[in-house]
């Protein structure tokens, strides 16, 4: 099979939030599998709307300066159920694009980017 993305992926697992999914403010926590500057793919137990909005938050660590939170708009791309072995319990694998972000230090004050 032919690798097609346009963008490389790292294999980082990271805390993940969605704070929004569509209108509905939501909180829901999972982690991520893989990420780049084009998306996110990451495990939650939540349920989302393909082709819906969605706003996230990954967690970033990072060494003398504190934590850095990547604060992120996108759009649902596709659902995949997973099964865990451990718990029985079936995660949902949940790719995400990355249309807009800003970085948000510990002092509060944002960054923005466009993708």
Do not use: W
């Not at 992926?9 to 704070?19: D, G, M, Q, W």
């Not at 451990?86 to 949940?94: A, I, K, L, N, R």
């Not at 694009?97 to 960054?111: A, D, I, K, M, T």
């Amino acid at each position: 099979m032919i690798e097609q993305r346009r963008a490389k992926r790292f294999e980082l697992e990271l805390p993940l939030e969605i704070v929004r999914a569509g209108a509905e403010r939501v909180s829901e926590t999972g982690t991520t599998r893989n990420i780049s500057s084009g998306g996110v793919l990451f495990l939650t137990a939540r349920e989302l709307e393909v082709g819906g909005p969605v706003e996230y938050v990954v967690t970033l660590a990072s060494g003398n300066t504190g934590v850095v939170n990547l604060r992120c708009m996108g759009k649902v791309l596709r659902l995949q159920k997973g099964a865990s072995e451990d718990t029985g319990e079936s995660p949902m694998q949940v790719a995400i694009s990355l249309e807009r972000y800003e970085f948000l230090r510990s002092n509060g004050h944002p960054h923005s980017e466009v993708a």
